[in-house]
């Protein structure tokens, strides 16, 4: 089963209508990915790979390939952490991970070619890892938040320090609101599910059938014959006066029937796959932000009376 997912990015150059992401079993299956891109039309230059084992020229901007680096490069793309966690998580593991920055009329067409590619469903990989013991959480996650809130807040005091209102500073940060901003991404994945079945049975049928044998059968008949001559004793026959016994046997023939198997035909039972495209079309949702800021508005006097 294989899983792209598209999402609108925020940090998206002119032109672009969203960022497909895919992931691939190994640096080498993403690389092949890029190339069917590239000789597609697509860009070279919309194109990322992450992976430990990719070289700078892969992406477009620098990170360290270690889970720290790892997340924060997945981050970079605006991804939910849930997603980070998972993709950066496949990394570590030695995945590698295809983002392309889909253009006006091409996002569907980048889609058909990674599926073809064969990019790993990332859902039933992330279950399976939970199911072996992972938390579910990149280690990387700690250690860049770490950092980075170590950045702003040396940010923050330096500032503060060289402008001279730290407190002021301080006081505005605590009143801080986060409002976070939601977006969806299509899945696309694939499962099987039954197309019919044949059955072939086979069973015995008796049929009565007829053969014609040609039989031969003997029998023995006694003629008693009336004659009228001398006995020929001179001529050295046996004596005329004695007992004898003469026994003639009869043969007859039946039919004997015998049966043999052979085979009349045969029928063979098998099957052929084939594939085919399916373009699946959604819709995505998100979250945008419209501020209204009414600072700079000039207080309304009453009219006198």
């Known amino acids: 089963m294989s899983d792209t997912r598209t999402q609108t990015s925020m940090g998206a150059a002119a032109g672009d209508t969203g960022t497909i992401v895919a992931m691939f079993e190994s640096y080498d299956r993403a690389l092949a990915a890029r190339d069917l891109l590239v000789s597609a039309g697509i860009d070279r230059s919309r194109?990322?790979?992450?992976?430990?084992?990719?070289?700078?020229?892969?992406?477009?901007?620098?990170?360290?390939?270690?889970?720290?680096?790892?997340?924060?490069?997945?981050?970079?793309?605006?991804?939910?952490?849930?997603?980070?966690?998972?993709?950066?998580?496949?990394?570590?593991?030695?995945y590698a991970m295809l983002v392309v920055r889909a253009g006006d009329g091409d996002q569907e067409q980048i889609i058909n070619l990674l599926e073809s590619q064969d990019a790993v469903d990332v859902e039933t990989h992330a279950?399976?890892?939970?199911?072996?013991?992972?938390?579910?959480?990149?280690?990387?996650?700690?250690?860049?938040?770490?950092?980075?809130?170590?950045?702003?807040?040396?940010?923050?005091?330096?500032?503060?320090?060289?402008?001279?209102?730290?407190?002021?500073?301080?006081?505005?940060?605590?009143?801080?609101?986060?409002?976070?901003?939601?977006?969806?991404?299509?899945?696309?994945?694939?499962?099987?599910?039954?197309?019919?079945?044949?059955?072939?049975?086979?069973?015995?049928?008796?049929?009565?059938v007829q053969e014609q044998v040609h039989l031969r059968e003997e029998r023995v008949h006694v003629e008693r014959r009336p004659v009228d001559r001398p006995a020929d004793i001179a001529a050295g026959t046996a004596e005329p006066f004695r007992e004898r016994t003469i026994e003639v046997a009869a043969t007859a023939e039946e039919a004997v029937?015998?049966?043999?198997?052979?085979?009349?035909?045969?029928?063979?039972?098998?099957?052929?796959?084939?594939?085919?495209?399916?373009t699946v079309s959604d819709t995505v949702r998100r979250t945008e932000v419209e501020i209204d800021d009414d600072r700079g508005a000039a207080p309304t006097t009453p009219p006198k009376r």
Do not use: C
């Open 47 to 94: 194109i990322e790979i992450l992976a430990q084992s990719g070289t700078a020229q892969d992406a477009s901007f620098h990170y360290e390939r270690n889970d720290e680096g790892i997340w924060g490069a997945i981050k970079r793309l605006f991804m939910p952490d849930e997603d980070t966690h998972v993709y950066a998580e496949g990394i570590r593991r030695g």
């Open 127 to 208: 279950t399976n890892w939970r199911q072996s013991g992972w938390s579910g959480v990149h280690e990387g996650h700690t250690a860049w938040q770490g950092q980075r809130s170590s950045s702003i807040g040396g940010l923050a005091a330096a500032t503060g320090a060289s402008a001279g209102f730290a407190a002021t500073g301080a006081a505005g940060r605590g009143q801080e609101e986060v409002i976070p901003l939601y977006e969806e991404q299509l899945r696309v994945g694939k499962r099987e599910v039954g197309g019919g079945s044949v059955r072939v049975r086979t069973y015995v049928v008796e049929q009565p």
């Open 257 to 278: 029937v015998g049966k043999e198997a052979r085979v009349r035909e045969e029928i063979v039972v098998g099957k052929d796959a084939e594939e085919r495209t399916e």
